[in-house]
């Protein structure tokens, strides 16, 4: 069996998840198990930060990379329920066993129905709102004129025609969209 020295740097390497084959998973964890024995390391000092190592590899297979990539699809969840329904995260304590962080509110199982000012959900509804209210003349709060379009421009062309402010090419200009729209 190979002896081994503790590699240099092992304190700022990051993590990588590796894919391993369900079926391998036992002939892993127990070479893995292997290196946890005195006899793998080439001086007491490896020894010990072998062990340790080991034991935290052990570990992060069941939990730590997996949690650090599972929160990395979450901070993505957050973002865009933010962008689309307007909800504000916070972030709470940093768990000191994983460095991971807690995000308040929790991601719940269904979205929220509701929406806050500045959600771009509720901006695309108020543009929705908006062109039913200028094509059919459907009130809203967002659209409160009952008129639509073709009804608002006319009363502005009788509006224009009744001061007199207006040339005549722009009036005409004005009864041509009037009747487009109809």
């Given at each position: 069996m190979p002896v081994y020295t503790f590699p240099s740097g092992y304190e700022t390497a990051e993590c990588f998840l590796v894919p391993i084959n369900a079926a391998m998973i036992p002939l892993v964890a127990g070479a893995l198990q292997e290196m946890e024995q005195r006899r793998c390391w080439a001086t007491d000092a490896d020894y010990e930060l072998g062990y340790n190592a080991i034991v935290e590899i052990e570990a992060q297979m069941t939990a730590l990379c997996v949690a650090k990539l599972v929160q990395s699809n979450e901070r993505v969840y957050r973002l865009l329920d933010n962008a689309l329904n307007g909800t504000i995260y916070t972030t709470g304590a940093v768990e000191p066993l994983t460095g991971l962080v807690t995000v308040l509110?929790?991601?719940?199982?269904?979205?929220?129905?509701?929406?806050?000012?500045?959600?771009?959900?509720?901006?695309?509804?108020?543009?929705?709102?908006?062109?039913?209210?200028?094509?059919?003349?459907?009130?809203?709060?967002?659209?409160?004129?009952?008129?639509?379009?073709?009804?608002?421009?006319?009363?502005?062309?009788?509006?224009?025609?009744?001061?007199?402010?207006?040339?005549?090419?722009?009036?005409?200009?004005?009864?041509?969209?009037?009747?487009?729209?109809?």
């Open positions: 509110p929790p991601i719940a199982d269904i979205p929220p129905a509701e929406t806050q000012d500045k959600a771009l959900r509720l901006d695309v509804a108020k543009i929705f709102a908006l062109v039913d209210n200028l094509t059919n003349g459907t009130v809203s709060i967002y659209a409160p004129d009952p008129r639509n379009i073709r009804e608002q421009l006319e009363d502005l062309i009788l509006a224009a025609q009744s001061t007199g402010e207006l040339d005549d090419d722009i009036l005409a200009k004005l009864a041509e969209m009037a009747v487009l729209l109809a």
